[in-house]
């Protein structure tokens, strides 16, 4: 489930950096095998090559609100390469190939590889009710 802006901001940051790869973190929740993308986030000191796109993890706070990591193909074959398979982190991978044109340009990945189903729903963005909040959850040990 990819909510309808999400895909926009994915196509079109693509297209920025094409012929360069772009990467993106997805935010979002995952319920009951259903993950539903609501949001995404410019990773930190992203490295865009033309060949692969990487970032430092250690740049971004351990959130559970991240699902996954979208990237582009600007050679328009949207298949997981060996490399994306090796570094895929999360839950899925979307992988987005030249030219960017709409849904049908993006593909949905299991961090195995397998190809996923997705749909893209219009709207607007859910309301979120539980921001993150890095000073909570530190503390729990220390009794
Ligand atoms: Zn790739």
């Given at each position: 489930?990819?909510?309808?802006?999400?895909?926009?901001?994915?196509?079109?940051?693509?297209?920025?950096?094409?012929?360069?790869?772009?990467?993106?973190?997805?935010?979002?929740?995952?319920?009951?095998?259903?993950?539903?993308?609501?949001?995404?986030?410019?990773?930190?000191?992203?490295?865009?090559?033309?060949?692969?796109?990487?970032f430092?993890?250690?740049?971004?706070?351990?959130?559970?609100?991240?699902?996954?990591?979208?990237?582009?193909?600007?050679?328009?074959?949207?298949?997981?390469?060996?490399?994306?398979?090796?570094?895929?982190?999360?839950?899925?991978?979307?992988?987005?190939?030249?030219?960017?044109?709409?849904?049908?340009?993006?593909?949905?990945?299991?961090?195995?590889?397998?190809?996923?189903?997705?749909?893209?729903?219009?709207?607007?963005?859910?309301?979120?009710?539980?921001?993150?909040?890095?000073?909570?959850?530190g503390?729990?040990?220390?009794?």
């Amino acid at each position: 489930m990819l909510r309808k802006d999400v895909l926009d901001s994915i196509l079109s940051y693509s297209k920025m950096f094409h012929p360069k790869e772009g990467i993106l973190l997805l935010r979002g929740k995952s319920k009951s095998g259903v993950v539903e993308v609501d949001g995404v986030v410019i990773p930190p000191n992203a490295i865009h090559g033309s060949g692969f796109s990487a970032f430092g993890w250690g740049m971004i706070p351990i959130d559970l609100s991240y699902v996954g990591v979208a990237h582009s193909h600007p050679s328009g074959y949207a298949v997981p390469s060996q490399e994306d398979l090796l570094h895929v982190t999360g839950k899925i991978m979307v992988i987005a190939g030249a030219p960017y044109e709409d849904e049908s340009c993006l593909k949905i990945y299991t961090v195995h590889g397998e190809p996923l189903k997705f749909e893209v729903k219009e709207g607007r963005p859910t309301p979120s009710h539980e921001e993150f909040d890095p000073e909570v959850g530190g503390d729990e040990l220390g009794f």
